[in-house]
């Protein structure tokens, strides 16, 4: 995996297909948060279609969760953008490195 993905741990993929949309990268290799386009190839998903009309829809309710201070969103805010090669300065607050209960 990708140097920012790293910081993107188990649970975090895993909650964020639950609501949809998956940190990925884009042809420039920079982290972007999109819709999950095919939920079906997700083992254990309750769903089968998009939740999201494009990855713009996606991205706007991760940013309005974000908002809210939900960590997992944090988080994927602060991943996305970065290219997949940087080396990252700083480490992500401890809260990011276990699953929140």
């Known amino acids: 995996m990708n140097y920012p993905f790293k910081h993107w741990p188990e649970w975090a993929d895993a909650a964020s297909k639950k ?20 939920p079906s190839s997700v083992e254990g998903l309750d769903f089968t279609e998009p939740k999201f009309q494009d990855d713009q829809e996606a991205y706007d309710t991760v940013a309005c969760r974000a ?35």
């Open 19 to 38: 609501e949809g949309w998956i940190l990925t990268n884009d042809s420039s290799e920079r982290v972007t948060i999109s819709r999950l386009d095919d």
């Open 67 to 101: 908002e809210e201070r939900s960590p997992l969103h944090l988080l994927a805010l602060w991943l996305q953008g970065y290219h997949t090669t940087d080396i990252l300065e700083i480490e992500p607050p401890s809260i990011w490195e276990a699953e929140p209960s």
